[in-house]
């Protein structure tokens, strides 16, 4: 398949060799102490050894207090875990990859659970948890400091990029969303919901080498809410995206469960699309490359077939992305840009959450 998605391409200081991007996936196999093990670096180098341009790793925990859901969640905290984070960027770089670490933090969804307001959660697959409490001051300069170290480590340690998790309910989404209930600075109007999002960028940024990639994660949706909707419009995304570049984001990464899904009613440009076009900086789309079932519904007893990822590459060609992200698909298929670059890809392997047992 002779397509741009698989030509070198740079942003910035980020260069590629194509423009498919590993998506950040949990895989909770973290070593003791919150380490990337030897099987996740074999893992991780494995996909760049097979032609993907850029690996953003699993979301990685940015300290111990609140960050992580799972101790199997590896973390980006201490000079041990950085090292192991150091030997994953090594093998990927080896193998002709980049790499990027993506930084966590749960908020509400942690075991130890904070957000911007406090309150009960409801049981998650069968375990009463924890009720989330209200952010304080202190909690808002330790998770400033967490990010500011944990940029600063990705970029001493050799990362390419660092991606920010600001998606899917966690700590910086829940922010923007109904479960900020706040009446100070941090909550209310959509520029104070904004204001913590923006300080933990303008933080990383400042943390970084001047030209170090901060790529930021965003979603609509969330766990708990497939179908919130944080922007009704276009014109509240682009107050949103374009404060993202002003506070130092080089790249966005939208989100969404079908790439090719209308952002908004009455159009058919995709959320990436409209992301690209309001803020002018490079966007990765991702959602439902080459697979039948979106990510909520992987779970279930419907099975997934391999689809032709032609149409989701092809936004690249339309001006609607610059880089696409596979989730699924390269997990079930560590080979798949080279299968889908030589016209293969009906020779993928289908996703199967079952498949989820091991890292290979
Ligand atoms: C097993 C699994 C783990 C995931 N973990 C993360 C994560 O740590 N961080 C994140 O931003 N998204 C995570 N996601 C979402 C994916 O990055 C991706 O957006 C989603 O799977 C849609 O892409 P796909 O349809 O190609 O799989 C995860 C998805 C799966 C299937």
């Known amino acids: 398949m002779t397509h741009v998605a698989f030509q070198p391409a740079r942003f910035g200081a980020l260069q590629l060799r194509n423009r498919i991007v590993m998506a950040p996936m949990t895989r909770r196999m973290a070593g003791e102490d919150g380490l990337a093990t030897d099987a996740i670096r074999v893992y991780y180098a494995r996909r760049a050894e097979q032609e993907v341009g850029l690996v953003i790793s ?22 041990a875990q950085h090292e192991a984070w150091r030997a994953v960027a090594d093998a990927v770089h080896e193998a002709g990859g980049a790499f990027a670490p993506q930084l966590w933090h749960c908020g509400r969804n942690a075991a130890d659970p904070i957000g911007p307001s406090g309150g009960p959660l409801p049981p998650r697959h069968g375990y009463e948890r924890a009720p989330v409490r209200a952010m304080e001051a202190d909690d808002f300069t330790q998770v400033l400091e967490a990010y500011r170290c944990a940029a600063s480590a990705a970029c001493a340690i050799g990362c390419d990029a660092l991606e920010i998790h600001g998606a899917h309910g966690y700590l910086l989404d829940s922010f923007l969303g109904p479960n900020n209930q706040r009446s100070d600075d941090y909550g209310g109007s959509p520029e104070a919901r904004m204001r913590f999002p923006l300080e933990v960028v303008r933080t990383v940024r400042a943390a970084v080498e001047a030209e170090f990639p901060v790529i930021y994660r965003f979603s609509q949706w969330t766990l708990s809410d497939y179908g919130e909707q944080k922007w009704t419009t276009p014109d509240e995304l682009g107050q949103w995206v374009t404060a993202l570049k002003d506070a130092g984001v080089d790249l966005l990464h939208v989100s969404t469960r079908d790439a090719l899904d209308p952002g908004f009613a009455g159009s058919e440009k995709t959320l990436a699309g409209w992301s690209r076009e309001l803020s002018g900086l490079p966007v990765i789309a991702v959602g439902k490359v080459s697979v039948t079932l979106s990510m909520d519904q ?38 798949w840009v080279r299968v889908v670059r030589e016209g293969g890809w009906r020779d993928l392997k289908a996703f199967d959450a079952s498949i989820l047992a091991d890292l290979h």
């Open 58 to 79: 699993e979301g990685t925990g940015v300290d111990s207090l609140h960050a992580h859901d799972t101790l199997t969640v590896p973390r980006f905290e201490t000079p």
């Open 298 to 335: 992987a779970y279930g007893e419907e099975r997934d077939f391999v689809t032709d990822p032609a149409g989701s590459l092809a936004l690249i060609e339309s001006g609607e992305a610059d880089l696409v992200a596979v989730g699924r698909a390269l997990i079930a298929n560590p080979d």
